[in-house]
């Protein structure tokens, strides 16, 4: 975590910083203790966080419990999970209601280009309001590093000013086309 800090403290002083997109990240203990150093550092962080657990190549990196998983999301703005992340964290079952009763906290955008319709449809979870971004499916369009292109993206369009649900339907263009 110190060398992480550290980083972001050498990039302070030089950056005036306040869009933050996170990735990998070693535990949830290390993304809840990073995250209290960014709101100690920046006025109004806006942190979008994609929960990477498991590498396309099949290596877990986190299995964080429910409870463990929510405290350590406190503070950021928006999560990025696709739905095996959304699956594993939330479970299987209680998924949507989870994700709906989180979106009046935390705002979260489920990647939907793990199912196999026709239709790949993007999900945005806000306070009161779910959004739809549907793309037709691209044929062998997965890309290793999607999930971090579209939080990465994300986060840009926040930078840019772009109210969430604009952003998020920027990013979700820039990644279909991206993909394609």
């Known amino acids: ?10 990039l302070l002083r030089r950056f005036d910083i306040r869009h933050i997109k996170i990735g990998l990240i070693e ?5 809840k203790q990073v995250v209290r150093f960014l709101h100690e550092r920046i006025s109004e962080p806006v942190i979008v966080y994609d929960p990477i657990l498991k590498a ?9 419990d429910l409870t463990e998983f929510l405290d350590a999301i ?18 299987a079952a209680d998924m ?9 906290t935390t705002n979260i955008y489920l990647k939907g280009g793990h199912g196999n319709e026709t239709i790949s449809t993007d999900l945005l979870y ?3 309001h779910t959004y739809a971004f549907p793309n037709d499916r691209i044929t062998k369009g997965e890309k290793h590093g999607s999930g971090c292109v579209l939080s990465a993206a994300l986060a840009s369009q926040l930078a840019l000013g772009n109210a969430l649900p604009l952003a998020a339907e920027k990013a979700n263009s820039y990644t279909h086309s991206f993909l394609a």
């Open 1 to 10: 975590v110190s060398a992480i800090n550290g980083q972001i403290e050498v």
């Open 27 to 31: 535990s949830m203990e290390t993304l």
């Open 56 to 64: 396309s190549a099949g290596f877990v990196f986190h299995e964080p």
């Open 74 to 91: 406190r503070g950021i703005y928006c999560i990025t999970p696709n739905i095996p992340e959304a699956t594993r964290i939330f479970g």
């Open 96 to 104: 949507n209601r989870h994700l709906e009763m989180l979106g009046d």
């Open 126 to 128: 806000v306070k009161d």
